[in-house]
């Protein structure tokens, strides 16, 4: 997928993380004020999509059988588990005020202390994100201490991909190093308790890359830099932890711009590095591999293909270096991967006389993407990969290769067949969800990238991968007709495309005949009356809105619907239509089936495209508003009046489930405060008293998108998270 860095994800602008003082060891969490958990307390499980995110980062350990570590450019990081076959995610405990901290920027192990592992977190480096933290664990990452740091990190952004910023010094277990984008090299002399800034030869740039990797030679250390103009030097070095020097001989040029990635063979003292002449993950047309002798330092370039040829098609193929890995079992055995690579598609070259001569691995793969089918993309067959920047070779098993992709991570065991090693990685950026009323599937989704999926089992991905005809990179807008669940509509980004229905529930899609001219440029979201007879589409703050009254056939524009707004469809009455105008804090509503829209009420809050409305299953006119700081508030008349709900004080998001035994009204579900902590609750009494549901170690960051109750199953709750794909919770 073709993305970039600060729009491939819901990207928080608005919510401001409080900066931290530097150097402060923290145990896991932050203090909290008590919440009432609900009797028994919650399980929480991860709804399957199979990956579906950027994996930037897997990292063997070197001296423990079956142990590895994963990270994420939003979702987080996580560990394998050998015995189980899975990863399991080390950082849902981070909370709502630490969401940029769900980004990983590195991760280390100290090879001595096979339980000590560290990540450096911060998705951002820009003025309204959080500064970044340091977690460290002796347990593998089941518990953690924290120290937050007084600069900022960029995990999902450009050079996200590039290799571990994060190093154990090889000399001494207790010194960490610390390589950050705008802030130059940091150093631990506690593992990781405390930091300081350190002297090194390069000054660092308020937008640049800084220290893009930082990997051990015997026992030195090499740091390379993303800031050189391609003149420069690009890569240092220091032998004894305190004078760092520029490497002699280092290669220059355009395909030596930027060192993306480094490895070292112990058996024949050779340090290997890819470059590129951008940082990536996107930007890369020109990158090359080279060799450093330590014991001589003799520089030889290796790689394996220049980028600058002609594809069969005539198209340019233009490309940088990405991946690296040795083998530790086989001395000169390596495996590189190219990055950004769309015409000729990326691949992973393996060597094994050390970079004379190289095999494709591409060339004769067989790819089984049968337990992800969403991998197709729409199509026949997977590609072998985009964006693949990490690249991992296990220490115990040379046949045991895994590399990461903009959606998942593949391995195998043979160098020929592949298939996604992604159990219990979920990192959708979640946007949209619904739970129907009837049918087979119990959610339906809508996420950045992989737009819609139709959930018929929760434990598995969806059989029919994402939605197509036509597919959508990211979808902007789902619903579902109250009165006709079976027809369903979704809006989205696509190239053949921005608006599908569904007869069946959203199991089979069929493009809108038309739709606005604007749609292509601006799709937003959308929504169908209760009996499926109407459609509204919303184009955002610049475009008016449109109906449609013969499932998209034809279009006309409505000049009163308040520009921008989601329009929310009454669930009872199909001539009725609500939209809230965020930009006024008013309320519109239309009683003539979205042809005209009228105010109603006013003075409400304003100026937050999230502020969000919803409405009740099975009720006319009763509506809800989730004004996030500012409180919820509630109509029972159609949006004329609204009462603010005094058992909590922050609403960020509402949905509604099933009613409790014995309760005539439906179960609320919300991401909010009723105290002083944002979390996850239900009440089962129209929102007089409400119960927390979630707990410190399920926290997620971000998941203010959307929430939703199971209409079918009582305590079932869906959550949208930006990382960590569907969670869903039932009463344990």
């Keep these: 997928m073709h993305a970039s860095s600060l729009t491939r994800r819901a990207v928080l602008a608005g919510t401001a993380v409080a900066a931290a003082a530097v150097s402060l060891p923290l145990t896991q969490g932050r203090a909290q004020a008590a919440a009432t958990p609900t009797k028994g307390g919650y399980r929480w499980r991860n709804a399957v999509q199979g990956g579906t995110g950027f994996i930037t980062g897997v990292l063997f350990h070197p001296s423990v059988r079956g142990l590895a570590y994963l990270r994420t450019d939003i979702g987080g990081a996580y560990r394998w588990d050998d015995r189980r076959d899975r990863w399991i995610p080390l950082t849902d405990h981070l909370g709502w005020d630490d969401w940029n901290l769900l980004g990983v920027e590195a991760m280390a192990v100290d090879p001595a202390h096979p339980n000590r592992v560290y990540l450096s977190l911060g998705t951002y480096a820009q003025s309204w994100a959080g500064n970044g933290a340091v977690l460290r664990s002796e347990d593998r990452g089941a518990t953690w201490k924290r120290t937050d740091l007084t600069v900022k990190l960029g995990a999902n952004e450009d050079g996200r991909g590039c290799g571990e910023r994060l190093l154990v010094d090889p000399r001494d277990s207790d010194t960490l190093w610390l390589g950050t984008r705008h802030d130059g090299l940091l150093k631990s002399t506690d593992r990781g308790a405390s930091w300081q800034a350190v002297s090194f030869p390069a000054a660092p740039s308020a937008t640049g890359q800084g220290i893009t990797l930082l990997v051990a030679a015997g026992r030195s250390v090499y740091a390379g830099w993303g800031d050189s103009d391609g003149t420069s030097p690009n890569l240092y070095r220091t032998a004894d932890g305190v004078t760092w020097e520029a490497v002699p001989g280092q290669p220059a040029g355009t395909a030596a711009k930027v060192p993306i990635r480094a490895a070292y063979d112990r058996h024949t003292r050779e340090l290997y590095v890819t470059y590129a002449n951008a940082p990536g993950p996107n930007g890369q047309s020109d990158g090359s591999v080279h060799k450093l002798r330590i014991s001589s330092g003799k520089w030889s370039e290796v790689t394996p293909v220049k980028p600058g040829g002609t594809t069969a098609d005539g198209s340019a193929d233009t490309f940088g270096y990405g991946g690296v890995a040795v083998d530790a079992r086989r001395p000169g055995t390596l495996v590189v991967s190219t990055n950004n690579r769309w015409a000729d598609i990326d691949t992973v070259f393996r060597s094994t006389d050390g970079g004379r001569t190289w095999t494709s691995l591409k060339d004769r793969a067989v790819l089984d993407v049968s337990e992800t089918p969403y991998l197709k993309w729409g199509d026949e067959k997977p590609k072998f990969g985009w964006w693949i920047q990490a690249l991992g070779l296990d220490p115990y098993d040379s046949g045991h290769i895994v590399y990461g992709t903009g959606a998942t991570l593949y391995g195998t065991r043979d160098l020929k067949r592949w298939a996604p090693q992604i159990r219990g990685v979920e990192e959708a950026s979640v946007r949209q969800l619904i739970s129907p009323p009837s049918g087979e599937a119990h959610l339906l989704s809508g996420s950045g990238d992989i737009g819609v999926m139709y959930h018929e089992r929760l434990t598995a991905s969806p059989s029919r991968g994402m939605a197509s005809n036509p597919v959508f990179g990211s979808a902007t807008g789902l619903s579902l007709a109250a009165a006709k669940p079976s027809y369903v509509v979704r809006a989205g980004w696509g ?120 409405a009740v299953p099975g009720r006319s006119g009763d509506l809800w508003l989730s004004l996030k700081s500012n409180g919820l508030y509630r109509s029972t008349d159609g949006g004329a009046t609204f009462t603010k709900v005094s058992s909590c004080w922050a609403s960020h998001t509402v949905g509604f489930g099933k009613a409790a035994s014995g309760a005539s009204y439906p179960a609320i579900y919300m991401v909010g405060s009723t105290e002083s902590i944002t979390a996850v609750y239900r009440s089962d009494d129209e929102a007089k008293t409400w119960t927390r549901i979630n707990d410190d170690r399920h926290q997620w960051g971000w998941i203010g998108a959307a929430i939703t109750g199971d209409p079918r199953v009582y305590g079932r709750v869906y959550i949208a998270t930006n990382g960590r794909g569907v969670q869903y919770g039932e009463p344990a």
């Design 495 to 614: 190239d053949n495309g921005n608006g599908a229905f569904s007869n069946d529930g959203g199991r089979t899609w069929a493009p809108f005949k038309a739709q606005p001219s604007v749609a292509k440029s601006a799709p937003g979201p959308i929504a169908t009356n209760a009996d499926g007879s109407v459609l509204l589409w919303s184009f955002g703050t610049a475009n008016p809105g449109y109906r449609s009254a013969d499932n998209g056939a034809t279009w006309s524009e409505v000049a009163s619907f308040p520009k921008g707004a989601a329009p929310v469809a009454d669930p009872v009455d199909p001539a009725r239509f609500y939209a809230f105008d965020t930009t006024t804090g008013t309320v519109h509503a239309s009683t003539d089936g979205g042809r005209t829209f009228t105010a109603r009420a006013t003075g409400l809050s304003s100026g937050d495209g999230e502020f969000q409305l919803a």
